[in-house]
């Protein structure tokens, strides 16, 4: 069968699971041609191994079963950086993007510590760091998988000598060393709107039954965690950010905001360490 074909047919049996389906036939088909997207136009006339008809046809069956496409592909892009993932691992999302460049923003050039509590794939932390040159990190996270997904990332971008890494919880976390910048994308939603999850990891994604749970100790650790005038900057949902705002106050925070990501959704809380 012609490459034409191949992906006329993949995109055809994606188009009631994928937003992108035709993308994702390119993204995957390349792969597993080895040749670059940009070329695969020039190669619809190619005949395709069966063998590769067959996995096309298996890749459709995972994701009509709602598997993630990125687990599949192996990378999610972030910050324009490919970030490796796999199942076990929350993947990155574009809005989280927009806490990357507020942090950048606030630290106006200066080297900084910043710690990433919940650190996963390593997406914040490590796109921190590759604009922030003279910047080092830490990143915790419950899951040691999390915690090998970023050490590897950490790798892969050139960052070792500039990121540790620690399996631990808010709690089991200590460190002699204080920070100049406390970044979280906590667990934040409902457990009521994870009923239909099956593939990423519930303890990424499940903030308990308003979603707000984990926020109290979060907000507490970081004020204990930062230098004065350090700056804490988390994700929260849309609707909390009046409770957030007024968490942080109450913990002593001062100038907190809440930010809007690019959907004018309210999206982040920051605030300064008195
Ligand atoms: N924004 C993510 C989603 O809706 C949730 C991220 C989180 O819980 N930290 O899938």
């Known amino acids: 069968m012609k490459l034409r074909e191949v992906l006329r047919n993949l995109g055809r049996d994606l188009k009631d699971t ?7 036939s390119e993204l995957f088909l390349s792969v597993h041609l080895g040749i670059k997207k940009e070329d695969i136009y020039f190669m619809e006339n190619i ?7 067959l996995q096309a046809k298996e890749f459709a069956k995972k ?4 598997y993630p496409f990125f687990y599949i592909y192996g990378k999610r892009e972030f910050f324009g950086i490919n970030f490796k993932v796999c199942q076990g691992v929350f993947i990155p999302r574009p809005e989280t993007e927009v806490l990357v460049e507020y942090a950048l923003d606030c630290i106006k050039g200066k080297e900084v510590q910043i710690l990433d509590i919940g650190v996963g794939s390593g997406c914040i932390l490590l796109s921190f760091l590759h604009e922030s040159k003279g910047s080092r990190g830490v990143g915790i996270d419950i899951s040691q998988l999390a915690c090998n997904t970023t050490i590897e990332n950490a790798k892969n971008l050139g960052l070792s000598e500039r990121v540790e890494v620690f399996v631990s919880d808010l709690r089991g976390f200590t460190t002699l060393s204080k920070f100049d910048l406390v970044v979280s994308n906590p667990p934040y939603v409902k457990r009521k709107n994870l009923l239909s999850l099956k593939f990423e990891p519930r303890e990424a994604l499940d903030g308990g ?14 004020f204990e ?9 988390f994700e929260i949902d849309s609707d909390m950010g009046e409770r957030a705002l007024r968490l942080m106050e109450l913990n002593g925070f001062k100038d907190v905001e809440v930010i809007r990501d690019l959907a004018n959704m309210n999206r982040f809380i920051k605030g300064v360490r008195s």
């Open 209 to 222: 039954e308003d979603g707000f749970d984990l926020y109290p100790a979060l907000v507490k650790r970081s």
């Open 63 to 66: 994701r009509n079963n709602g």
């Open 47 to 53: 005949e395709v191994q069966e063998d590769v008809i």
């Open 225 to 233: 965690l930062l230098h004065p005038d350090g700056i804490a900057i």
């Open 18 to 24: 994928s937003d992108s389906p035709f993308l994702e």
